[in-house]
């Protein structure tokens, strides 16, 4: 796209970034914003210290639009502040931090990243997966520790891990990571089964019921948005109709799982561990008992983090935000149905 600035009333319309990317922008050797700034009357919010709700709604007082990230809660009363808003621009793929019906009611186009960040986050799946199976994050503290002495040095017994090859994964969610996460699993040897809402056909994914996923797979690996019809998903009923044994995954949305009920079947041997990118709280709380399972392995919502997707991200959103100033459809809309109105 090359046109631009883009005006609004007679004016170069005015974008406000809830992130001013300054460590992206070092490692990059260039601001991520540069064309954002150069089409829009640009402002950031310029500190290490997320907006919270107040700054937000401040900081969106006469704004056209909105470049956010997924810590940003953009809900109906951040909207109603900013009344003059047209575009909510999420550089993410899930869209369950903004109110996307307050959003189509007011007439707000609400855009999101998906696609760019499928084989990033595919690859931490299957890192959780081996670092779970493995033992890794176990083993590493260990020799850390000093625990590595001459007396234990090769242990016929020491660090017994599972097999992914001729284990079964089971994918909940077929959509582009889960698809991902199953080509993968199959170059590891693993027969795949998925379920999903849609009921869709992915090749050398063996489809069958969420009952018979849960009750056959040795690792399950959640690849679904968080929406009203999947949140808690993964009950107490849930989680313990899974084979016991098995390896729960999740880096798509922590309120997927009940996690309460998650430690209880841990802590109970029903589960032998878990691999979780991403929680109901987060940042997980100091306290929260998942801290204390040596079996589960946790990371701070990383699941995009690398460089190259991180800048693809930003890249699509600004484009998607563009797109949207200049009255042409982005290339991802999260809520269609505003232009229906
Ligand atoms: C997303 O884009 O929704 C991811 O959770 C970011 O890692």
């Known amino acids: 796209m090359t046109q631009g600035p883009y005006r609004v009333d007679g004016r170069t319309a005015r974008v406000w970034a809830s992130d001013a990317m300054a460590g992206l922008a070092r490692r990059l050797g260039r601001d991520p914003l540069q064309r954002l700034r150069s089409i829009t009357d640009c402002s950031v919010w310029d500190s290490t210290r997320r907006p919270d709700r107040e700054a937000l709604r401040a900081a969106l007082v006469g704004q056209d639009a909105l470049l956010c990230v997924l810590t940003d809660q953009i809900d109906a009363a951040v909207m109603e502040t900013a009344r003059g808003l047209r575009v909510i621009s999420s550089i993410s793929v899930g869209v369950d931090h903004i109110d996307l019906d307050a959003a189509t009611q007011r007439g707000i186009i609400v855009t999101n990243t998906p696609?760019?960040?499928?084989?990033?986050?595919?690859?931490?799946?299957?890192?959780?997966?081996?670092?779970?199976?493995?033992?890794?994050?176990?083993?590493?503290?260990?020799v850390r520790r000093g625990h590595w002495t001459p007396e234990a040095r090769w242990q016929i017994d020491g660090y017994l891990g599972k097999d992914l090859a001729g284990s079964t994964l089971g994918l909940v969610g077929l959509g582009a990571i889960g698809q991902a996460v199953a080509a993968?699993?199959?170059?590891?040897?693993?027969?795949?089964?998925?379920?999903?809402?849609?009921?869709?056909?992915?090749?050398?994914?063996?489809?069958?019921?969420?009952?018979?996923?849960?009750?056959?797979?040795?690792?399950?690996?959640?690849?679904?948005?968080?929406?009203?019809?999947?949140?808690?998903?993964?009950?107490?009923?849930?989680?313990?109709?899974?084979?016991?044994?098995?390896?729960?995954?999740?880096?798509?949305?922590?309120?997927?799982?009940?996690?309460?009920?998650?430690?209880?079947?841990?802590?109970?041997?029903?589960?032998?561990?878990?691999?979780?990118?991403?929680?109901?709280?987060?940042?997980?709380?100091?306290?929260?008992?998942?801290?204390?399972?040596?079996?589960?392995?946790?990371?701070?919502?990383?699941?995009?983090?690398?460089?190259?997707?991180?800048?693809?991200?930003?890249?699509?959103?600004?484009?998607?935000?563009?797109?949207?100033?200049?009255?042409?459809?982005?290339?991802?809309?999260?809520?269609?149905?505003?232009?229906?109105?």
């Open 184 to 341: 993968r699993a199959q170059a590891f040897g693993l027969r795949v089964l998925g379920w999903s809402r849609s009921g869709r056909k992915v090749p050398g994914v063996e489809r069958v019921s969420l009952d018979r996923v849960l009750a056959e797979a040795d690792f399950v690996s959640l690849h679904l948005a968080s929406t009203d019809e999947t949140r808690g998903l993964m009950d107490a009923s849930a989680l313990q109709s899974m084979k016991p044994g098995a390896i729960l995954i999740n880096t798509a949305r922590g309120d997927l799982v009940d996690e309460l009920a998650l430690v209880d079947a841990l802590s109970a041997g029903h589960l032998s561990g878990a691999g979780l990118d991403v929680f109901a709280q987060e940042p997980l709380s100091q306290g929260h008992p998942l801290l204390t399972l040596p079996s589960v392995v946790l990371t701070p919502h990383i699941g995009s983090a690398t460089e190259g997707t991180r800048i693809r991200m930003v890249d699509l959103a600004v484009a998607n935000l563009e797109a949207a100033l200049s009255g042409q459809n982005p290339l991802h809309c999260a809520n269609p149905d505003v232009f229906s109105r």
């Open 115 to 142: 696609g760019v960040l499928v084989e990033t986050t595919a690859e931490l799946a299957i890192a959780l997966l081996l670092t779970v199976t493995r033992r890794v994050v176990e083993a590493d503290a260990d």
